[in-house]
């Protein structure tokens, strides 16, 4: 253990309401919407095929004329109720919603900058639009942030020069002033996703970056913050010098997800999921493998199974509408949620060994347990291994509580429950009712003693 001034000031989960409320919400949405929705992956009649809303980024694309969309930024399919039914309907319990992503431009009138939707034929405050829409959709809301800043004149990769540092402690200046506006504007956002904050400028800032969470901490109580926002002052990120977790819940699964619950150290986290390989901003072509409603309903199971929310990414288009591709899979991962949504809200990782037919997961505080069956084996028999003391009381299908399982102890405190042959196109939910033994280990082998 090394003395830190700057590290994380809390060993453990957070215990209070409204982290334990975040813990709970299992499935999320994002939505990357931006000038970068206008070229949609595309410049001059090409097709580029990297992440669409880092087009500002790549060779050949001339910056000045990017940075000039504003003035043609007027979204006239935008309707942030839609959004919310199509995240409803999908069954997300968060949305995090882009205000300023790399390209430096504010979906908010920022008093800070000139570069925001208010200089823009739309004129209008997007996020308002966003936050209030999906508050009254009952979806919390959490806003995504980017620090590094390519229209900033101020903003820098690293601190080489005086002249950096000094132009740099207006940019510092310039963020706090943005934050604090986020957070004055939109008091009913639940949480704060950084992004953009690997360059050593930024990692450089251990103090002023602890300090200014700590403000916001103190401005919002319970506001909830990742890991991803501050470096500790040995540039040490997501994890100090000590090797303890930064922020409130672990922000590094953009694009993947832990293999074993040994992987996420007994913290919160979450993953941010895009449905091509990556792409965040709306790409007119999508290329590659595209994620079908199956894959995105096993990635939520998976995510809750081993404590985590899932968080699937939507790219509105330029008109602010949302592509049908989107709709389809918020449909169909939505009538999927309709029918199993008790094994996914407010679940966690329910302490059975892993099997191969898909995950379990457990009520919150209850000895509820949930199996998301992905995968029937041949033999139609699927194995439990449940953690010693346990009882099964009762196991059936969640979707028809009628049909009742007899679990078939097979050793001790394990079991095979014996599907009936079934057209197999949609995964399902066992329910098991569990007790911890009183005496004993739970298993009839107590008593055939070896
Ligand atoms: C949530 C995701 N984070 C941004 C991002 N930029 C990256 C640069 C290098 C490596 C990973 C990145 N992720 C993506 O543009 C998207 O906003």
């Avoid at 604090?180 to 949480?191: A, D, F, Q, R, S």
């Avoid at 992987?263 to 790409?283: A, F, I, K, R």
């Avoid at 329910?431 to 005496?439: P, Q």
Wanted: some cysteine.
């Amino acid at each position: 253990q090394i003395t830190l001034l700057h590290g994380s000031h809390r060993v453990g989960k957070r215990s209070d309401a409204a982290m334990e409320k975040w813990r709970g919400y299992g499935l999320g949405q994002f939505i990357h919407w931006g000038l970068y929705a206008i070229p949609g992956g595309a410049w001059n009649g090409k097709q580029y095929n990297g992440a669409a809303e880092w087009i500002r980024s790549w060779n050949g694309i001339p910056k000045s004329t990017y940075d000039s969309l504003n003035y043609s930024f007027n979204p006239t399919a935008f309707d942030a109720k839609a959004w919310a039914k199509t995240a409803r309907q999908m069954g997300a319990k968060y949305v995090t919603f882009t205000t300023k992503h790399h390209d430096g431009f504010c979906l908010w009138p920022s008093k800070y900058t000139k570069y925001t939707v208010k200089n823009s034929p739309y004129k209008k405050d997007i996020v308002k639009a966003v936050v209030d829409a999906y508050d009254q959709e009952g979806i919390d809301v959490i806003l995504y942030f980017s620090v590094m800043d390519w229209n900033h004149p101020d903003w820098r990769y690293d601190l080489k020069t005086k002249e950096d540092s000094i132009a740099f402690e207006r940019f510092k200046k310039f963020t706090r002033n943005q934050l604090i506006e986020l957070l004055t504007n939109y008091p009913t956002v639940k949480g704060l996703w950084f992004d953009g904050t690997w360059d050593k400028s930024w990692v450089k800032q251990a103090a002023f970056a602890d300090e200014l969470e700590t403000e916001m901490r103190k401005l919002r109580p319970g506001l909830i913050i990742g890991s991803r926002f501050r470096a500790d002052e040995n540039g040490k990120r997501h994890f100090d010098s000590n090797g303890v977790l930064m922020g409130d819940y672990e922000q590094g699964w953009e694009r993947k997800i832990p293999a074993k619950i040994e992987d996420v150290h007994g913290n919160d986290w979450d993953c941010v999921m895009t449905v091509p390989e990556n792409q965040w901003g709306y790409n007119a072509a999508w290329n590659g493998h595209i994620k079908t409603g199956n894959e995105l309903i096993e990635m939520t199971a998976r995510c809750v199974s081993m404590g985590g929310n899932f968080v699937l990414n939507f790219g509105p288009k330029g008109d602010g509408s949302i592509r049908q591709e989107e709709i389809k899979l918020a449909t169909e991962i939505g009538d999927w949620m309709k029918i199993n949504q008790e094994a996914i809200y407010n679940c966690e990782y329910a302490g059975y060994e892993k099997q191969d037919w898909g995950y379990f997961t457990k009520k919150s505080g209850t000895d509820k347990i949930y199996m998301v069956v992905f995968n029937v084996p041949v033999s139609a028999a699927l194995r439990i291994k449940t953690p010693p003391k346990t009882i099964i009381k009762k196991a059936y299908l969640l979707a028809d509580t009628q049909e009742v399982f007899s679990p078939e102890e097979i050793s001790g405190d394990e079991y095979f429950l014996h599907l009936k042959k079934r057209e197999q196109s949609k995964p399902f939910v066992i329910v098991l009712e569990t007790a911890k033994a009183e005496k004993g280990n739970g298993t009839k082998y107590e008593k055939a003693k070896i």
